[in-house]
């Protein structure tokens, strides 16, 4: 028997709250009455019983990824590994790195597939899929930091634009990180590649061996963490313009090469009031505005304005 996750609606009545374990949505659809009741009915049928089928493979889940083969069978499992093989040869990675961005594909799969909507977004704490018919658009928001974000800049995502998940990581973030970044937003094809390549540019926005970075083996604090003995970041000192120009030059490099082999269709690195664009958008390159100063946000689901 399927375990039911917990379901409501938000205060605003136009969106619902998915809970199970560690898998918390926000979801929300746009278009008729009866075509927004059958999506929210889709969602839920897929979400239950969603996190029974990770848990049937998280050990190969946490296993590194190989860059060829996997033995996932289950579908948002497969999604998983396929979003963090482009990484595997030159990185340490696992698919648990593409978890979040992936159960949010999957949640909207299952709404697009049920009805006809005008635009829908599925958000897994801060790892948001998006769906957009034509001529919509979302305007996505740019923060500084996952676990008290603050709106530091806006993109806007169009229906004509190839871009259709969002992701950010960082090592104030619910997940451990290997780097010293605020915070990495990423903006991709899907939710699962977005996920993916954010870890891997968060990771590299990074100054090792630096005396103001305190850093513990992740299985020391989660003794089944998918890191294993790999240091993870827990506190970050206050940082010389110097430093913090040489991490995030470090993790501009390699974000630009993600957006040069077509992984990303654009970042934005945050590191201690200092903010990085890497973006391929529009013919006048401008992908992302910086809000006015003071005009900072720090309600989380301002994430996404829609």
């Known amino acids: 028997m399927k375990r039911l ?27 008729t009455g009866a075509n927004v009741r059958a999506a929210y009915d889709a969602a839920v049928v897929r979400f239950t019983g969603l996190l029974d089928e990770l848990c049937d493979e998280l050990s190969e889940l946490r296993k590194p990824a190989r860059p060829a083969t996997s033995s996932l069978k289950g579908g948002v499992a497969r999604r998983m590994y396929h979003a963090v093989a482009p990484f595997a040869a030159d990185h340490f990675i696992t698919p648990m790195a593409a978890v979040a961005g992936a159960v949010a594909e999957e949640i909207l799969g299952a709404m697009v597939q049920a009805s006809d909507l005008d635009r829908a977004y599925v958000n897994n704490g801060g790892d948001i899929a998006l769906h957009l018919a034509d001529g ?9 930091r996952p676990d008290m974000p603050g709106l530091i800049g806006k ?49 590299a926005v990074d100054l090792p061996e630096h005396p103001a970075i305190v850093r513990y083996p992740a299985n020391d604090l989660q003794p089944d963490s998918d890191l294993g003995a790999h240091l993870v970041t827990r506190g970050v000192g206050e940082l010389s313009l110097h430093d913090i120009t040489t991490a995030l030059d470090a993790g ?43 005009a900072a946000q720090t309600r989380a689901e301002s994430l996404l304005h829609v």
């Open 252 to 294: 501009t490099d390699a974000a630009r090469s993600l957006l040069g082999s077509g992984l990303i269709d654009g970042a934005a690195l945050h590191l201690q009031g200092e903010t990085r664009v890497v973006a391929l958008k529009n013919s006048d390159g401008i992908a992302w505005r910086p809000l006015p100063h003071g």
């Open 136 to 144: 919509g658009c979302f305007a996505v928001g740019l923060i500084d």
């Open 5 to 31: 996750p917990q379901i409501g609606w938000l205060a605003d009545g136009r969106r619902i709250h998915l809970h199970d374990g560690p898998i918390d949505l926000i979801v929300e659809a746009r278009g």
């Open 155 to 203: 993109t806007i995502v169009e229906s004509k634009d190839p871009t259709r998940g969002i992701a950010t990581s960082g090592w104030r973030g619910r997940s451990f990180s290997l780097g010293i970044a605020d915070a990495v937003t990423v903006l991709a094809r899907t939710a699962a590649q977005a996920d993916a390549a954010a870890t891997i540019i968060a990771n």
